[in-house]
């Protein structure tokens, strides 16, 4: 990608942070917003920050059963650091983490980046499957509210026939891929230029790691890893409630802190640095339209839970970086 265009994406990205931030505050007095975060209960930072900590550690457990075939297998340190690593350069920049994270272990493998990547795709259609099937069922939960419910999207007057663009489009995406798929083993079959061969080369260890769901050992561990991932981003939406005595104020459990961790996963899929912005208008909108929670109440559930993550992820990922190298370098004396 060339600079003006890489310089284009980035300001696009902070544009569209900068106009979901001032939907979220423009009926919000700043002054009581600060007031109510000052009144946090700061005990629950750390449950929460070990939470998050758990669900990335179990992605990365869950990853390294994707991992099948490779002539090195990656540590389980390197994994984490990788993990944590994508999330941190996403908030530099929307969709970074992940290109950084395969990148980063295959060059601690020193092996090519193109079937990890593949695994990273493919994680994402896991999470998308996973995220819509949660939001079936909170929009049936939700079903005499639709109104509501589709005021938050932005869906209030879609058509049966949009819904339906939804797994229509899955469906080509994955005939797409797979028709990709055959177009590169016919590049590599027929075609001997250098340049074409590596891109075919290269799209094959793509689709390796993409079609690796096929060849995983253990499926109890992958399905029960996948549950803990959401679990915790559910604990993660709940625990703040605590923080701010919203479970006592409006009634809030963890079915609450289901669908909004559902419609916080909406936010942060919009390509905005780390979610910034649309994270915390889909919170906001989802608190106040669903649970009748105060705007400013709202807004301040998003600005601590998205602050302490970002905060947390600062912190703990050059920490993992640094311990992953001491590692990986104590492994080498030892050899």
């Known amino acids: 990608m060339n600079f003006p265009r890489r310089f284009l994406k980035i300001f696009l990205s902070l544009v569209a942070a900068a106009f979901f931030l001032w939907l ?97 795709v493919l994680e ?33 007057s879609w058509t049966t026939r949009v819904f339906l663009l939804v797994p229509a489009f899955l469906l080509l995406l994955t005939v797409l891929t797979w028709a990709g798929y055959r177009t590169l083993q016919s590049l590599k079959r027929g075609n001997r230029h250098p340049l074409m061969a590596r891109f075919a080369d290269y799209g094959t260890l793509f689709w390796k790691g993409f079609s690796s769901l096929r060849r995983v050992e253990n499926w109890p561990l992958f399905v029960l890893l996948t549950v803990g991932i959401w679990f915790g981003y559910i604990l993660m939406a709940y625990l703040p409630f605590l923080m701010l005595d919203l479970h006592t ?6 079915v609450e802190a289901t669908v909004v961790t559902v419609i916080s996963a909406v936010g942060i899929s919009i390509p905005t640095p780390g979610g910034i912005g649309s994270y915390h208008l889909f919170v906001q909108q989802s608190l106040w339209l669903l649970f009748s929670v105060p705007l400013v109440s709202a807004l301040t559930y998003a600005t601590v839970t998205h602050g302490v993550t970002l905060i947390m992820t600062v912190i703990f990922a050059p920490l993992l970086l640094w311990f992953n190298k001491l590692h990986t370098l104590k492994k080498k004396i030892v050899r």
Request: glycine share 10%; aromatic share 14%; proline share 3%.
């Open 249 to 254: 104020g409006y009634d809030l459990g963890l």
């Open 124 to 156: 994402r259609v896991i999470d998308l499957v996973s995220l819509i099937g949660f939001l079936m069922v909170v929009i049936f939960y939700f079903i005499g509210d639709h109104q509501a419910f589709g005021r938050i999207f932005g869906a209030g």
């Open 24 to 120: 979220a505050f423009r009926e919000v007095n700043v002054q009581e917003l600060w007031k109510q975060i000052t009144q946090v209960k700061l005990g629950w930072i750390l449950p929460f920050a070990l939470t998050m900590l758990v669900s990335h550690y179990l992605r990365a457990e869950r990853w390294l059963l994707l991992l099948t075939g490779l002539e090195k297998k990656p540590t389980r340190s390197t994994l984490f650091t990788g993990v944590m690593l994508g999330y941190l350069m996403n908030y530099v920049f929307p969709r970074l983490g992940e290109v950084t994270r395969p990148v980063y272990v295959a060059r601690q493998l020193n092996i090519s980046s193109g079937r990890l990547l593949g695994t990273i």
